[in-house]
């Protein structure tokens, strides 16, 4: 069963870090570009981080750049998200997904076509 | 950045009907559109891809068209399992974004 597992979510004070961990399984991961995208409660989707499968090219959100990184480990099979100086609005649930591209003619089409069950993150003192 | 506006914001329909959901983003995006379904509690769940293509395992009476800036998400015969909200994102260029969500509830 392809499946994305995330985990490391937990209660952190404002200005402190946490790491977060997705474990992929039942495909090859190596491959694939990843996402971290995030949902405070009661909120809409937000698209936080994307790296590319070789982990060469990153992009992120204004809202996280500079406090978050994403990083990869194709050996074992595993995605992170690096959240440090964190906010009270970073409070959200963190789902990992994977990135699917399909190319027709000209343009290439990107797609989250698989998602963890997602992990909670509350900034608070 | 790109700015995905949804509409209506919520829907009240019977089992049988047919809904239409609207996104529409700030300049042209292509075919670059994709759906997703959400359930309370559960994680996104993708329906439609490339603004058209129907995602594998998802039932038929999904159906997605548009391109450039207006993109619709039909259900041709609304299921009780369909009652979810429901997200367009655009996946022209980064930053991905969302549009706020469209939430089907029940008459």
């Known amino acids: 069963e392809v499946q994305l597992v995330e985990s490391g979510g937990g209660l952190v004070q404002p200005g402190g870090s946490l790491r977060l961990s997705c474990a992929a399984s039942?495909?090859?991961?190596?491959?694939?570009?990843m996402n971290w995208v995030r949902q405070a409660p009661g909120k809409g989707l937000e698209w936080v981080s994307y790296i590319i499968s070789s982990g060469s090219t990153i992009y992120y959100a204004d809202s996280v750049k500079g406090r978050f990184t994403i990083s990869r480990d194709n050996a074992k099979n595993s995605l992170y998200l690096q959240m440090n100086s964190l906010r009270a609005e970073d409070t959200a649930v963190y789902y990992c997904?994977?990135?699917?591209?399909?190319?027709?003619?000209?343009?290439?089409?990107?797609?989250?076509?698989?998602w963890g069950k997602g992990t909670t993150v509350t900034v608070s003192s | 950045d790109i700015q995905m506006t949804q509409s209506p914001s919520s829907l009240s329909a019977s089992i049988g009907d047919r809904v239409t959901i609207t996104c529409r983003a700030s300049?042209?995006?292509?075919?670059?559109l994709n759906w997703y379904e959400q359930k309370p509690g559960k994680a996104p769940n993708l329906l439609i891809y490339a603004a058209s293509s129907l995602q594998s395992g998802v039932p038929s009476r999904f159906s997605g068209s548009g391109s450039g800036t207006d993109f619709t998400l039909t259900i041709s015969s609304l299921q009780p399992e369909d009652f979810a909200t429901y997200y367009c994102q655009q996946s022209y260029s980064t930053p991905y974004t969302f549009g706020q969500g469209t939430k089907l509830e029940i008459k």
């Open positions: 039942g495909f090859t991961f190596s491959p694939y570009d």
């Open positions: 300049q042209s995006i292509s075919n670059c």
């Open positions: 997904a994977r990135d699917r591209s399909d190319r027709y003619g000209d343009y290439v089409y990107n797609y989250m076509d698989v």
